[in-house]
């Protein structure tokens, strides 16, 4: 790890009380930055005792509101917003219900937007900060069975590209992370579509899908490496837009994405992925 940061920044951290949330939080803290880490219960991390965790809901407007607030009063400032808080919703798109879908968006994209809005006054203010939204390796391809947590990140992207270019010269950085498998919680927390049964036409796909990425998921590694990422992005004067942090076979999806026609590239995906 890094010297203590001085003078101390204070960061704020979305969905901190697991996984890549509660790492980055952690990290940071014993880096030297001032961090508040937000969960719908604001319950202390057992691991973290330097992290000042805050309730914060980011579906809702008052809960980000009164979560921002609560910030300012105790440190005065803020310098960095993590946006981390998500969650993922699996199964085929077509049995996925416009609830699902609506609540999929609500939290990984409007609940994003919902954090930058309420910060971006306090960053143009002082003329600098970070903005750093943790996207996923899903939002540069469509995963296949991840449909809706695929467009959930596609849409983090295109705003976090919009917002930088519209922050560029106002003092705000704006950055995305693209975490391939990661050791997190995500899995634990992972939603399957209600409607998927036994007699879904996606049902021998499906299941080999879950269990390729069980597989793949079993030798992530950990969620450290975004960590001590998301630390040098802050430290550093001009980071780049899009970042990505995961094994090389997987860092390397989105270059052959580009470089493959479609049909290669699909083989290839679909191979992997087992579909």
Request: charged share 20%; net charge positive.
């Amino acid at each position: 790890m890094n010297a203590s940061v001085s003078p101390q920044k204070v960061v704020l951290v979305t969905g901190a009380s697991s996984g890549i949330g509660q790492c980055i939080a952690a990290y940071l803290a014993a880096c030297g930055y001032r961090v508040f880490g937000t969960s719908r219960s604001g319950a202390a991390l057992p691991d973290a005792a330097d992290v000042t965790m805050l309730v914060m809901d980011v579906d809702d407007d008052a809960s980000v509101a009164r979560a921002i607030a609560a910030l300012l009063q105790q440190a005065g400032r803020l310098d960095a917003v993590i946006n981390n808080a998500g969650w993922a919703l699996m199964g085929p798109i077509e049995e996925t219900s416009m609830a699902e879908a609506r609540e999929q968006m609500e939290t990984n994209f409007f609940g994003l937007l919902r954090v930058c809005r309420a910060v971006l006054p306090i960053l143009r203010g002082q003329s600098s900060g970070h903005i750093v939204n943790i996207s996923s390796l899903g939002g540069v391809f469509g995963m296949p069975y991840s449909g809706l947590y695929s467009a959930s990140k596609f849409a983090v992207e295109g705003l976090s590209e919009s917002l930088r270019l519209e922050t560029r010269r106002l003092g705000v950085k704006v950055v995305l992370i693209e975490p391939g498998d990661t050791q997190s919680q995500l899995p634990l927390k992972r939603r399957e579509v209600q409607a998927t049964g036994e007699r879904s036409p996606y049902r021998s796909s499906y299941e080999r899908f879950k269990a390729q990425q069980a597989r793949d998921e079993a030798k992530a590694p950990t969620a450290h490496a975004v960590a001590a990422l998301v630390e040098r992005v802050l430290r550093h004067p001009n980071p780049a837009l899009r970042h990505s942090v995961a094994k090389l076979d997987q860092r390397m999806v989105p270059f052959l994405k580009r470089l493959l026609p479609q049909r290669w590239f699909e083989a290839l995906v679909g191979d992997a992925m087992g579909v």
